[in-house]
């Protein structure tokens, strides 16, 4: 295949996601069933967000600057996360373009989801058929590319450390307020904080704040997310959280369906935001700066002159086709190794 019958085909699946059919909602059903997290309204969000970014002009553009265009006879290995709805498509994406073949370990909390995409890709485009596998445990591969936690990076590392490797690590992402923000900008940062449940590692589990701010007005501007503590899984890592707080006299905020606590670390707890607050830019800058190898991105209205990708409140979970995980970019890790 070509690179442009390749990017013919993948937009022709976008095409697909946007419109849908009876065997997409059988999908999304059976996809709840097996993983409760993965549910109708998150799993159409993400369906759209992939969708949002496999136009043919996208596509083209994106792929435009890489010599692409000739397969190889060289095969990637993907071990895929599953904390969010099609959190590893981006990385099938990148290895089908740029013509390698590749071997698919998918988690086993996206049992269906991935599969069945794959397998409309094909419909659209059979000669995938030889380019495609899924598998158990890779092998016969020539280049990795696993995604997972600290610890399981570990063990990537151990077992892959002798391939050409790109292993990811834990990340959340932060959001930064200045108390200038309107109730609708908050709003927004409530999609930051809720979607899929804050499970993503472009979720924002970090608020920094001034020190004179009222936290009220935050919690006021994220009010209409408070269906969330329905979901039983999630109400109960709130109440475990909660109820850890009292018993240890931690100071913590609570809105009776998100705990926001005073920590240094970036990595909270399901339900629960940490909280810092800043003096000024300079110093806020200087702090974002040390964090930047456990950032994914951060949400503000303002440029902060840091090198981690700042976006817009209710965008970190909007990420563009150039928007690669950990800031590697995988298109020219592929063709270094062609």
Excluded at 64 to 85: Q, R, S
Excluded at 279 to 292: C, K, P, Q, V
């Amino acid at each position: 295949m070509t690179q442009k019958q390749r990017i013919e085909a993948f937009a022709l699946l976008g095409e697909y996601l946007f419109a849908g059919d009876q065997q997409l909602e059988e999908t999304i059903t059976a996809t709840h069933y097996y993983n409760p997290w993965f549910t109708p309204s998150n799993v159409r969000k993400a369906l759209h967000a992939t969708a949002a970014n496999l136009s043919k002009d996208q596509l083209e553009h994106w792929l435009t600057p890489y010599p692409f265009d000739e397969e190889t006879d060289k095969t990637v290995g993907l071990i895929l996360a599953g904390n969010i709805p099609l959190v590893g498509f981006h990385d099938i994406l990148c290895v089908l373009s740029a013509g390698f073949s590749v071997q698919i370990k998918p988690s086993a909390d996206d049992p269906k989801l991935t599969a069945h995409l794959l397998a409309k890709l094909l419909e659209f485009e059979p000669r995938f058929t030889s380019k495609i596998r899924i598998t158990d445990r890779l092998k016969d591969f020539d280049l990795v590319i696993a995604t997972g936690s600290d610890n399981s990076a570990r063990y990537f590392t151990y077992y892959f450390g002798n391939k050409p490797h790109i292993i990811r690590k834990n990340r959340n992402s932060a959001a930064v307020l200045t108390g200038k923000e309107s109730p609708a900008e908050l709003t927004q940062l409530g999609h930051d904080v809720f979607d899929y449940f804050g499970l993503g590692c472009r979720n924002v589990a970090k608020l920094f704040i001034p020190a004179e701010y009222d936290i009220s007005a935050f919690f006021e501007g994220i009010a209409s997310f408070a269906d969330v503590i329905n979901h039983h899984k999630y109400a109960n890592n709130y109440d475990y959280n909660k109820s850890i707080y009292l018993i240890n006299g931690d100071l913590h905020y609570d809105n009776g369906f998100l705990l926001v606590k005073p920590d240094e670390r970036t990595a909270s707890p399901l339900a629960t935001l940490y909280l810092e607050t800043y003096d000024d830019f300079g110093s806020l800058a200087d702090r974002l700066t040390g964090l930047a190898p456990q950032l994914q991105c951060v949400a503000s209205a303002e440029q902060l002159g840091i090198s981690t990708p700042v976006v817009g409140f209710g965008q970190t979970q909007q990420p563009a086709l150039d928007d690669y995980a950990d800031g590697v970019n995988t298109l020219d890790f592929l063709a270094e190794q062609r």
